[in-house]
């Protein structure tokens, strides 16, 4: 036997003695039953055998991550029958079903057949033969989804966010006297108010223009340009910091379950 | 705060980047599995030590809590949860926060989701907050859950001119019509308040361009941090106010808590939380410092 | 029939959603529309699980390397999806909420799902710290800027920043880390993104027209397929 395999026994042994005994533990305390110590149990061994990865990759991961795409695929595919093949389409094509699944009836309507009739389209996509068909239902999401968008994004994400960026260039105006004897670098000022408008209007601008490709990047159209580019760098810096951020939240997140609900270390 | 367990994880943390500082500064590599560690130690300390510092909240958060504070008790809000495990730790503080604020104030919630994957978690917030912290609340007369429907923005599509079409029954089967807090409703234009608390697609963003804009319904969001920047442009004329990250769902808990003294014990998940989120960023910062030494003692070395 | 079918129903499903908008007897059409995308959106759901039965299956009928953790992600979808659709343990019954508190479904979702979907997200934030000491370095002035503006919502984003700074006046209270990082995020993050999201709009209706009017046909694949 080489001494990979030694070790492998040795971890696995390791393993089964530590989460035995917690779930024993656990399961012997006031407040708990075997059951909810055993489900604990369960989930502090699949965070923990997610976050061996760091070391390397190993058996122990392999099991967790397969685990996870089986469940997750079933969990979808669950609710998504509840939820909208019962709750949905049944009621509009059988009264049968509707008693038996106890949804109300909405009255027969032919017109349903044709999601039906697409959603099985869609399946034979697991056909070599009868693939092709599938191509009718994924014209149909397609369709959907540009006739959604192109009006919402035209309207929300485009013409509302220029017509944001002309914002008063100077806010608050009293004139000049009271605009220097004021002066101040407070957040609610009128400096920082009219500096962040300012950012905002050249900021968008000089962004837009980096990203046109149609004329080369030179002389003004170059400076403005570059300005561009400091702008997506200070956006880019602020989304590696809340990045960062969401990243660890998730972090303390698990390790408050490995503390506080499996070991019971913290209240 | 618990004081001795701040000023051990504070040495913990000092003796690691002291470590660190002086491989950097001679240039060395540092093993991955170091910083690592390092990292998960930085994290763990301050949760065993409870540490956790004061919030205040930021103006889009305040924008939040107002734009809910402000309504009429009665008024009609709308709650998605749009998110799934990955994202929970960061964003359940916020729903939590939010249904707290809304059941106190006296307004009416519908729940829904746009992910199958925050279905469960409407029940367990209607488990766990509505019926033990409120439990002269009704179902189908103060609160209702939805549930989940399939389709993202397809759904909104269609709730936005007709709820019916789209929710036949709520989750447990019951009919609508049936339901008092049902009464008036037809589509999403009869809400006073569309809250959309999530991180991926559909979100935050989905509900804005679907709901709130064609149907010019004030949204406001809750979102995990790495979606936070994105949602900045439509604030503050798309989008009333955003919760971004755990910082956002912390500042929102200690406006309820200063608002509303009932809250001051109950549990402030996003408040605990950023204790080992400050610990962790301060050794982050060091890395991204310490990195940069590294850097340049090699650079300066010609290597 | 099988190139020219699908981009006829492409557009008539994408001018049919376009019209319901500005033509209100449409906008029934447009409804329903929606709600066939939605039914249809369930399928490519069942879609996933056949191929996961089908690519698995495969593996383990042919030992393929690894075939033993195919069969665990088999047992654990078939497992999962027994939950789901008898609704065992749901207190109830057949008409109740399908993650109703004490079926088998939400439990399985809350110890096994919920574990293994966090912690994988967060595995990512070892992966975030090495990148910060290994590859955040200020090599020229871009990089610079970024990692300045990045270092400025890591300190204010906590209470951190309120200490170091807390001593400026209030008539300076933009110099203060946590209004720092404030402005920040609504100033020149603000302006970025959104020429970004001015940016990403455009392509989308460029995208979306050019589907709709099947100028774009890439979706439908190659022929032998």
């Known amino acids: 036997m080489n001494n990979s395999r030694i070790w492998s026994i040795v971890i696995f042994a390791a393993a089964v003695l530590i989460f035995g005994l917690s779930w024993i533990i656990i399961g012997s305390q006031a407040g708990h039953n075997l059951t909810d110590a055993f489900l604990v149990t369960v989930a502090a061994f699949l965070t923990l055998s997610i976050l061996s990865f760091l070391y390397k990759d190993n058996p122990y991961y392999k099991f967790a991550e397969h685990l996870f795409v089986g469940v997750s695929a079933a969990y979808w595919m669950s609710v998504g029958f509840w939820s909208t093949f019962v709750g949905n389409l049944l009621p509009r094509i059988s009264p049968s079903l509707c008693t038996y699944f106890g949804v109300p009836y909405k009255g027969f309507d032919i017109f349903f057949f044709i999601p039906l009739i697409l959603g099985v389209f869609l399946l034979m996509r697991l056909s070599s033969k009868m693939g092709w068909l599938s191509r009718w239902s994924l014209a149909f999401i397609v369709g959907t989804t540009a006739g959604l968008n192109l009006i919402r994004y035209l309207r929300s994400d485009f013409i509302s966010q220029v017509s944001n960026t002309f914002v008063p260039l100077v806010t608050d105006w009293r004139g000049i006297g009271p605009f220097f004897s004021d002066f101040s670098l407070s957040i609610t000022g009128q400096f920082a108010m009219s500096l962040s408008n300012w950012v905002i209007f050249v900021g968008v601008f000089c962004g837009l223009i980096y990203f046109f490709f149609s004329k080369e990047h030179k002389g003004a159209f170059g400076y403005a340009s570059r300005m561009g580019i400091w702008v997506l760098m200070i956006t880019f810096g602020a989304s590696f910091g809340y990045t960062v951020m969401g990243r660890v939240s998730l972090l303390v997140g698990r390790l408050t379950f490995l503390f506080h609900d499996w070991l019971g270390l913290v209240k | 705060m618990n004081k001795w367990g701040l000023i051990i994880s504070l040495t913990i943390i000092a003796a690691g980047l002291l470590y660190l500082f002086i491989k950097s500064i001679r240039g060395r590599d540092v093993e991955r599995r170091f910083i690592f560690l390092f990292m998960g130690l930085a994290v763990a300390v301050p949760i065993l030590f409870n540490i956790s510092f004061s919030e205040k909240a930021t103006p889009i958060v305040k924008a939040a809590f107002d734009k809910i504070e402000n309504l009429p008790p009665g008024s009609k809000i709308l709650i998605s949860f749009d998110y799934d495990p990955a994202m929970a730790p960061e964003v359940n503080p916020m729903t939590d926060a939010f249904v707290r604020h809304a059941m106190a104030k006296g307004h009416r919630v519908y729940f829904m989701n746009l992910w199958a994957t925050g279905q469960p978690m409407v029940a367990t917030a209607i488990d766990r907050i509505i019926k033990t912290e409120f439990p002269e609340k009704k179902n189908g007369v103060d609160y209702v859950n939805l549930g989940y429907k399939a389709g993202g923005t ?150 | 029939m099988k190139r020219q079918v699908p981009v006829i129903i492409t557009f008539i499903v994408g001018a049919v959603l376009i019209v319901s908008v500005f033509f209100p007897p449409a906008e029934r059409l447009g409804e329903n529309f929606s709600v066939f995308f939605d039914i249809i959106a369930v399928f490519a759901f069942f879609l996933g699980g056949g191929n996961l039965i089908r690519i698995h299956g495969n593996k383990i009928y042919r030992r393929q390397k690894d075939w033993a953790f195919s069969a665990v992600t088999l047992t654990g979808f078939i497992v999962m999806l027994a939950a789901g659709l008898f609704k065992i343990a749901n207190p109830n019954g057949i008409t109740g909420d399908v993650a109703a508190t004490g079926s088998l479904f939400q439990t399985l979702y809350y110890n096994i799902f919920y574990p293994l979907g966090s912690t994988m997200y967060a595995l990512l934030a070892f992966y975030v710290a090495s990148a910060s000491y290994r590859a955040f370095r200020a090599k020229n002035k871009e990089a610079t800027i970024l990692l300045i503006a990045a270092f400025i919502i890591l300190l204010g984003r906590t209470p951190l920043g309120v200490y170091a700074t807390g001593w400026v006046p209030e008539s300076f209270s933009l110099l203060q880390i946590p209004n720092l990082a404030i402005w920040i995020m609504s100033s020149p993050n603000l302006a970025g993104q959104r020429a970004i999201m001015i940016g990403i709009a455009l392509g989308v209706i460029s995208m979306s027209l050019r589907l709709i009017l099947g100028v774009e046909r890439t979706y439908l694949g190659v022929d032998n397929e």
Not at chain 2, 156 to 171: E, G, P, S
Not at chain 2, 183 to 209: A, F, T, Y
Not at chain 2, 275 to 303: C, D, W
């Open chain 2, 154 to 303: 397809g759904v909104l599509n269609v709730i936005i001119t007709d709820i019916r079409k789209m929710y036949l029954t709520d989750v447990n089967g019951i009919n609508l019509d049936s339901l008092p807090i049902m009464n008036g409703i037809r589509s999403l234009r009869d809400m006073d308040l569309l809250i959309s608390v999530g991180g991926g697609l559909p979100g935050v963003k989905e509900w804005v361009l679907f709901a709130g804009d064609p149907g010019h319904i004030p949204v406001v969001g809750g979102c995990a941090a790495v979606s936070a920047p994105l949602l900045y442009p439509y604030y503050p004329n798309q989008l009333m106010g955003l919760l971004g990250g755990i910082k956002g769902a912390a500042e929102y808990e200690s406006e309820l808590k200063r608002k509303y003294p009932r809250f001051a014990e109950t549990p402030q998940p996003g408040i605990k939380m950023m204790g080992p989120q400050t610990m962790a960023h301060l050794v982050i910062m060091a890395f991204i410092i310490f990195g940069n030494i590294s850097y340049f003692v090699l650079k300066s070395r010609g290597e």
